[in-house]
């Protein structure tokens, strides 16, 4: 019988929460067993809610003293590099909340040390464990819907709340940039699994609400071109108090049509999707019940090894101790995550200089 991957935690805030369900829950297969968080209170929250005694506020001295194989780094995005080139030197597998950096210096320095480390390496891009958008993914690759014709996607959130508390989002040194890297990113991180790699990006980002520091967009108008052709257009808000949804995506295919969102209505870390689909020949078998041709039927939501939960942050993590126990390469490996790096500041650079930009120049 496999031993559980033993994790050590390094910073315990919002996003840390997201992660609790699978160390409570599966401990059998992936075991928390130390907590660090540079607020000691914090820690020691987490600490007590996930059944840890080890408790830290200095990672260094976590990752010298405790018994771990891996650590799960939930810090500001500022520090995600930094952590993670620490955690490989020393040893130990990683797995990282996006972004992996600031800069695609911080990105192909992290690659350098886990690379040179021999350790797993894995971004925490969670749209990637939905099991609905695993459905879409397989669909997709099995030629289902034909050619990719065009893509719209959305990604909207109240992010006035956190500008207004003063929050490390709010401080672009931080958090380096506003809705691109912080919500969209898990847009396009999605398409590019869906779709393969962008070839350019173009970009309009707007800092218009007042809640907004400079340097934090509140409004972003994308569009991406594929090496495959596909076109896709982004539009992500940060900045609107009253919103139906957090992220949709609608695909385009020649043989058929995908239609999916997230309601805000929905308990964030439960996600369930609302994913439709329409094909030009209708596909009983793969889809459940449907009668009409033309009519937009739900995906019946299967499961994979690995995506058995409705819980996306569950399946990830759940996901990084398989790759790291037998070694094998995951679907959100820092190597391929790259190039949803090089997407995001394409963006910026786009945004800056008012042009189209060729992801191979980053």
Same mark, same amino acid.
């Given at each position: 019988m496999v031993k559980p991957l033993k994790v050590g935690l390094i910073g315990a805030g919002r996003i840390a929460n997201?992660?609790?369900?699978?160390?409570?829950?599966?401990?059998?297969?992936?075991?928390?067993?130390?907590?660090?968080?540079?607020?000691?209170?914090?820690?020691?929250?987490?600490?007590? $809610? /996930?059944? !840890?005694?080890?408790?830290?506020?200095d990672p260094v001295k976590m990752l010298k003293e405790a018994d771990i194989d891996a650590v799960d780094i939930c810090a500001s995005h500022d520090k995600n590099a930094y952590l993670a080139v620490l955690a490989a030197e020393s040893g130990r597998h990683v797995l990282v909340e996006k972004p992996m950096g600031i800069s695609i210096q911080q990105c192909?320095?992290?690659?350098?040390?886990?690379? $040179? /480390?021999? !350790?797993?390496?894995?971004v925490a891009q969670m749209l990637r464990y939905v099991p609905n958008n695993r459905t879409v993914y397989n669909f997709i690759k099995e030629g289902k819907l034909g050619s990719i014709r065009a893509v719209h996607s959305e990604a909207m959130a109240n992010g006035i709340s956190l500008m207004s508390s003063g929050s490390w989002y709010s401080d672009y040194k931080k958090s380096g940039g506003g809705v691109v890297i912080s919500v969209g990113i898990h847009n396009i991180d999605l398409l590019r699994?869906?779709?393969?790699?962008?070839?350019?990006?173009?970009?309009?980002?707007?800092n218009k609400h007042p809640a907004f520091p400079p340097g934090i967009e509140d409004h972003a108008s994308i569009i991406l071109t594929f090496e495959s052709g596909a076109v896709a257009e982004l539009f992500a808000d940060y900045a609107?108090?009253?919103?139906?949804?957090?992220?949709?995506?609608?695909?385009?295919?020649?043989?058929?049509?995908?239609?999916?969102s997230l309601p805000f209505r929905e308990q964030f870390g439960q996600q369930r999707w609302d994913t439709r689909i329409a094909f030009t020949k209708m596909d009983k078998e793969a889809l459940g019940a449907g009668t009409a041709t033309e009519e937009f039927i739900p995906i019946k939501q299967l499961t994979y090894e690995g995506f058995e939960n409705v819980d996306p942050f569950t399946n990830e993590i759940l996901h990084f101790a398989n790759c790291c126990q037998l070694k094998m390469e995951s679907i959100s490996s820092g190597k391929d995550n790259l190039g949803t790096m090089k997407a995001i500041f394409?963006?910026?650079?786009?945004?800056?200089?008012?042009?189209?930009?060729?992801l191979a120049t980053l």
């Open positions: 997201r992660h609790l369900a699978a160390y409570n829950n599966f401990s059998e297969k992936v075991k928390l067993v130390a907590v660090c968080d540079i607020v000691s209170d914090s820690a020691q929250e987490y600490a007590k $809610k /996930a059944h !840890v005694e080890n408790v830290y506020t192909r320095e992290v690659l350098k040390a886990t690379d $040179k /480390a021999g !350790v797993t390496f894995m699994y869906f779709f393969g790699d962008i070839k350019s990006a173009f970009a309009m980002l707007t609107t108090r009253r919103v139906p949804w957090v992220w949709q995506y609608l695909v385009l295919g020649t043989e058929g049509t995908v239609v999916s394409a963006i910026y650079e786009s945004a800056k200089s008012g042009k189209n930009i060729d």
